[in-house]
């Protein structure tokens, strides 16, 4: 029996390739390290000059525009700048983040340009799944872009998605139905994913304040299986003993909701630490574990 882990970390490597990610973000991190502004936006695009196919490129353009911004009281030509990387950038994935990035700007320093650029990109062609949902997040808590949110949140259910990032959008989507008294919409709308963990907790919710405690406890069940740590915020325990008090096997049920079998995964190509490229494939026969940083 072989057991692979890929986080692969080699700390006492003499040499590093230019390609190393541990490599690349400490140059990242000295570019940025620069207290005079101008020397550190001229650090940080010979960082992007260099590094122009890497994942970083993307936190290196949004550090120019907030050095542009705020150090240089230059908000205009920060966001020409990150306007000009938009434009130019040709890998979907990088174009959303910096929308995202620049989003983010406005959403501080001008609240109405942000919501415009919601809006366009809600009305655009942008499909990335990340970007939309967190539009979403930051306009769904704000009473005055509650209509925004909305357009958001039909656009991010219109995309194609599978069924865990669209549960995961329409348990979201349900949450700001509810906060505005449209509970029976947002039931509507986790029908299709009623087995999802954060959609389970909001139907849980619902039917614990209807009174359905049994139905609520089910749901609760779908909703801990996922979410571990959530068992005692909803109190289950004394749930489950009050709905069901001859039986005690709530850890069973639990622990059985947890094992889940997909059939074989889609091959796929993934990085570790040291930026060596692994194929899914090639592990094939073997026990594998894979410990995935920020996998959203």
Known sequence: MIVCCC????????ERSANDDLYVYEALDAAM???DPAARIERLKLFTADHAGHPARVNAIAAIMTTMAVDMNDPGGALAYIDGAIGL?????ARAELLFKKFEYLWDSDRAGAVALAREITDG????????????????GEDDCAE????????????????YRNSHARSVYAEFLSGRGRMEEALGILEVASG??????????????KGETE???????????????AGKQVKLDSLYS??????????????????????????????DLQGKTHRLSSYRGKRLVISAWSPT
């Open 89 to 93: 950038e040709k890998d979907p994935g």
């Open 242 to 271: 009050v709905v069901h008090p001859e039986r005690g096997d709530l850890q069973e049920r639990l622990a059985a909701a947890r094992l889940i079998d997909e059939g074989i995964l889609p091959d796929m190509e993934f990085s």
């Open 7 to 14: 986080v692969l970390v080699c700390a006492g490597c003499s």
């Open 125 to 140: 062609e942008e499909s990335d799944f990340r970007l939309h949902l967190y539009l979403c997040y930051y306009l769904m």
């Open 33 to 35: 390290g620069h207290e």
């Open 215 to 229: 139905k609520a406890v089910e749901a609760y069940i779908a909703y801990v299986s996922g979410a571990p740590g």
């Open 196 to 209: 999802y963990p954060f959609a389970a907790s909001i139907i849980g919710s619902h039917m614990l304040e």
């Open 148 to 163: 925004a949110a909305e357009r958001c949140f039909e656009k991010l259910l219109a995309l194609n998605l599978d069924w």
